[in-house]
């Protein structure tokens, strides 16, 4: 397993959240 992959995906859930809130 890469870490970078682990880092991608929790990227893209703050990157939601931060859409999210933009709202």
């Known amino acids: 397993m890469h870490i970078n992959v682990l880092l ?3 990227g893209l859930s703050c ?4 859409f ?3 709202k």
Not at 15 to 18: D, G
């Open 8 to 10: 991608y995906y929790v």
């Open 15 to 18: 990157n939601k959240m931060i």
């Open 20 to 22: 999210q809130m933009l």
